[in-house]
């Protein structure tokens, strides 16, 4: 059995992309899991409400194919998170696809793993797109950019195609 692990914040993660993400993943064969800073109870912006199987810290990565980072104003904390960076960049080391989608590239480029790669994010008045360029990112724009293994969307109205594009890589 495939499986993905998708990463949610406990409070404020974006409920339509993680519900279009999990869509994505399960259409193609994903048993899923779902992680959090702690596991239990995760709240969504729009009033979703999931639970988190396993805590950050107890995440590893070699028992996934799949890694993806869900957005919502919750995912800002996880830019700093030592255990959202240790996993990223455990992803790509273990040869895993790697995605995120909103401001959650954040998480991506604070981790190191964006450098020299096209990516994209959700923008606010430039200051997303900046920091993925700080971090050596080259920022598209685009609604979801694909660059090996990963795969970055920036925001809700993207959610669809990058469940669908991450689910088939």
Known sequence: M??????IAQQGYQDKEYAEMRSGLESGGYEIIVASIEAGKCAGKFGGLEVAEVALRDVD???????AFIGGPGAVALADDEDAKRIARDTLKFGKKLGAICIAPTILAR??????????VWDSGGAQAQLLQSEGATYTGESVTVDGDIVTANGPQAAEEFGRVFASL
Do not use: E, P
Not at 61 to 67: C, E, I, Q, R, T
């Open 111 to 120: 981790a190191g793993v964006l450098k020299g790669k096209r990516a994209t």
């Open 2 to 7: 495939k499986r993905a692990l998708i990463i």
């Open 61 to 67: 990565v070699s028992l996934f194919d799949k890694v």
